[in-house]
T-cell receptor, first 109, second 116 residues
Framework: QKEVEQNSGPLSVPEGAIASLNCTYS??????FFWYRQYSGKSPELIMSIYSNGDKEDGRFTAQLNKASQYVSLLIRDSQPSDSATYLC?????????FGTGTRLQVFP | GAVVSQHPSRVICKSGTSVKIECRSLDFQATTMFWYRQFPKQSLMLMAT?????????EQGVEKDKFLINHASLTLSTLTVTSAHPEDSSFYICSARSLNRTGGYTFGSGTRLTVV
């Protein structure tokens, strides 16, 4: 079992819709969770971090964490074509970040 | 905000030569640096973790004699790919973390290495 799992996609949504990205992790003791966005050929950029169960909102982005289910998700409201990218879920294990394989999101006009 | 400067952004080298990649934390002290490698359409794979002044800890399957990591100061870490081969062609990314900063990790802009 991979430590951090994501559906590779692509996930295609129309402009203005809600995009829902999901991630599961295997280490029940994990405490820190991150969502990164990566454009092709570029380095990842941090979108959200979440540490407690529940929802955390930042603009159009909402991260959701459920430690009992070992599940973390990212919702993107009012999706824009510029949101088209690969979204990487990362879980902090001891001192290092473990990344999922990423979900490719395509937002079409 | 925290900035990590990574150079070069692109490098092409001949097979058998060595390439050095630098990562500098510009406005904070990076107590820990992480080096990742990313092949096309794949995720970031951690290669090694280095703490300032000590030897790097390599992930399983990563050859420490091939990928030399030096973290001699709190603001500079280098990765040297020795005797590069075409299969080493990849996107190399560093990430820095400081004990004085909460939250996440700051990534460099990445280095696209092509070995011909």
């Amino acid at each position: 079992q991979k430590e951090v799992e994501q559906n590779s996609g692509p996930l295609s949504v129309p402009e203005g819709a809600i995009a829902s990205l999901n991630c599961t992790y295997s280490d029940r003791g994990s405490q820190s969770f991150f969502w990164y966005r990566q454009y092709s050929g570029k380095s990842p950029e941090l979108i959200m971090s979440i540490y407690s169960n529940g929802d955390k909102e930042d603009g159009r982005f909402t991260a959701q964490l459920n430690k009992a289910s070992q599940y973390v998700s990212l919702l993107i409201r009012d999706s824009q074509p510029s949101d088209s990218a690969t979204y990487l879920c990362a879980v902090r294990g001891t001192d290092k970040l473990i990344f999922g394989t990423g979900t490719r999101l395509q937002v079409f006009p | 905000g925290a900035v990590v400067s990574q150079h070069p952004s692109r490098v092409i080298c001949k097979s058998g030569t060595s390439v050095k990649i630098e990562c500098r934390s510009l406005d904070f002290q990076a107590t820990t640096m992480f080096w990742y490698r990313q092949f096309p359409k794949q995720s970031l794979m951690l290669m090694a973790t280095s703490n300032e002044g000590s030897k790097a800890t390599y992930e399983q399957g990563v050859e420490k004699d091939k990928f030399l990591i030096n973290h001699a100061s709190l603001t500079l870490s280098t990765l040297t790919v020795t005797s590069a081969h075409p299969e080493d062609s990849s996107f190399y990314i560093c990430s820095a973390r400081s004990l004085n900063r909460t939250g996440g990790y700051t990534f460099g802009s990445g280095t696209r290495l092509t070995v011909v």
